[in-house]
């Protein structure tokens, strides 16, 4: 690479036929600064590709319904305190702020790079002068300041480029935001539906405990009394511990749950457990949702698919400014500085003047990171057409669940009301001596299976709305802006406080 200075005149210096070629060559980089040039190719979104209708069935014949903050549908006031709580301390959500004002910062500081730059020097010195006879020699002081200025003219959208990036990113790291937000709500959500499905499975094994204790009294009775075999005794004490242990895994599952949700809403346990056990117990039910958008515009509402289309076009824009790298750059820069040295009067003295700097010969290292954003914009769009698959298929995923559920819940619910019936028939006859006590366990145990799997199935499928609320976006609008930490949160202006903000 060459540097060329076109010109540059200083306070001593007299008319030079290079001041006209200055004012000339100013003229024109100006002339170019204003007309707008950046070289690249401006940013088009691109198309996604997707299918004109869903292909699994559509719940509720596809009739619009509202999806902001979704989680208020299931009418749940424990659900909504939980999901509240977690949003006001979630360090995921702080994170995500916090790369927020990260990328607002790096685009002042790009922005910044288009503006001209002004220092200031200054100096203080004491010490000995000769004298002009040499013989002796004088204290003086020698005072002296300057300033210096510099302006690239950002002649082929270098900056400009650079700012279209940056701003690209801001709008990605919003998105962000809001893709955490509805992740968060819906795993606050999901964990919250498990541990009320986890309570009522281990209702379900307690009731089947005290009706398994009152059975093995009988039956050791009746062993003791010499009308059962002692095999019936072992079975009934082994069908016992067996419900036991069943019970103890299902209350050891449903406390790693409530460990769960003090993790995502950063609560104490007790004051959380308080909180849980002042609702119903029932699995919350939502409203359910109607879809009604085909996959084209499930996709403009997912935000993190927004994400990804935001950091492509910001892999468009820094191809151009790698482009600009392969042109000359102009810069304006000036000095003034002014000096004295007690008891001499002051001095002053000053420059101003462009300098031209031409890229010959880098070895095609500019070639090559003109290559590598290219490389990058082919990157991200493969990202971006990848999200867009990823998403089409949560949601069509979403819809099959849905629909193979709603079936299979109908039909557990009917099985488990005919197995009980079945139970207590059975139960009759044995205390009546026509049945064994290996038939009435079969019984119980068919019973218990057809109830845990209802309850399991209901689980599941308030599960599947929520996980198809969130592959439809969970009710964000793009252009919503993000919402700063509130106080609870690690809050940026408390870090500030804390290391000193300059």
């Known amino acids: 690479m060459a540097m060329v200075s076109i010109a540059s005149f200083h306070k001593h210096s007299r008319p030079m036929p290079e001041l006209k070629f200055l004012r000339t060559a100013l003229i024109a980089s100006l002339s170019v600064t204003l007309c707008g040039c950046a070289v690249g190719s401006d940013y088009r979104e691109p198309i996604p590709y997707a299918a004109s209708a869903w292909n699994a069935p559509l719940p509720h014949g596809g ?6 903050d979704w989680w208020e549908q299931f009418d749940d006031p424990v659900l909504n305190r939980l999901v509240a709580t977690a949003e006001a301390s979630s360090p995921s959500l702080v994170k995500a702020w916090a790369n927020i004002e990260k990328a607002r910062a790096t685009l002042r500081s790009t922005q910044a790079g288009a503006l001209p730059g002004l220092s200031a020097n200054g100096a203080v010195s004491r010490g000995e002068q000769p004298m002009q006879s040499g013989s002796t020699s004088s204290v003086a002081t020698t005072r002296s300041g300057g300033l210096d200025a510099s302006w690239e003219i950002d002649l082929f959208g270098k900056v400009r480029r650079s700012a279209e990036a940056a701003q690209a ?25 498990q541990y ?11 009731r089947e405990l005290v009706s398994m ?4 009294r009988a039956t050791n009775t009746l062993v003791d009394a010499g009308f059962k075999p002692p095999a019936d005794g072992a079975l009934a004490r082994a069908s016992l511990a067996s419900t036991r242990s069943s019970l103890a895994s299902q209350r050891g599952q449903c406390e790693l749950l409530v460990k769960s949700l003090v993790n995502l809403t950063g609560s104490e346990e007790d004051s959380l457990r308080s ?13 359910l949702l109607k879809v009604h958008s085909v996959p084209a515009d499930a996709l403009r509402q997912r935000p993190d698919l927004a994400a990804v289309e935001r950091e492509l076009a910001a892999a468009s824009a820094e191809i151009g400014v790698a482009r600009a790298d392969l042109y000359p750059s102009l810069s304006l820069s000036g000095s003034l500085t002014v000096s004295a040295t007690d008891p001499i009067p002051s001095t002053k003295s000053w420059s101003f003047g462009p300098s031209l700097s031409i890229p010959l010969f880098d ?3 500019r070639r090559a990171a003109v290559d590598s954003a290219r490389a990058g914009y082919t990157s991200a769009l493969a990202d971006y057409r990848q999200g867009v698959r990823d998403a089409v298929e949560e949601v069509e995923r979403a819809l099959v669940n849905l629909d193979s559920t709603a079936e299979r819940a109908e039909q557990a619910e009917r099985a488990e009301q005919e197995y009980r019936r079945y139970f207590l028939a059975t139960e009759a006859s044995w205390r009546a001596g026509r049945e064994s006590l290996i038939v009435l366990e079969e019984a119980r145990r068919s019973a218990l299976s057809a109830e845990t799997q209802r309850i399991a199935l209901q689980r599941d499928r308030v599960e599947y709305w929520i996980a198809l609320y969130k592959a439809l976006g969970g009710g964000w609008e793009p252009g919503t802006p993000a919402t700063a930490p509130g106080s609870e949160a690690i809050s940026l202006q408390s870090i500030n406080h804390q290391w000193g903000a300059f």
């Open 275 to 287: 909180l849980v056990d002042s609702g119903t117990g029932d699995i919350p039910q939502p409203r």
């Open 169 to 193: 990113r801001i709008e990605a790291r919003v998105d962000d935001w809001h893709d955490a937000r509805v992740s968060l709500g819906a795993e606050v959500a999901d964990t919250y539906v």
């Open 63 to 68: 009739e619009p319904e509202a999806m902001s």
């Open 213 to 216: 204790v009152k059975t093995e």
């Open 363 to 365: 070895g095609g290292k």
């Open 196 to 206: 009320r499905a986890c309570g009522l499975l281990a209702e379900a094994y307690e």
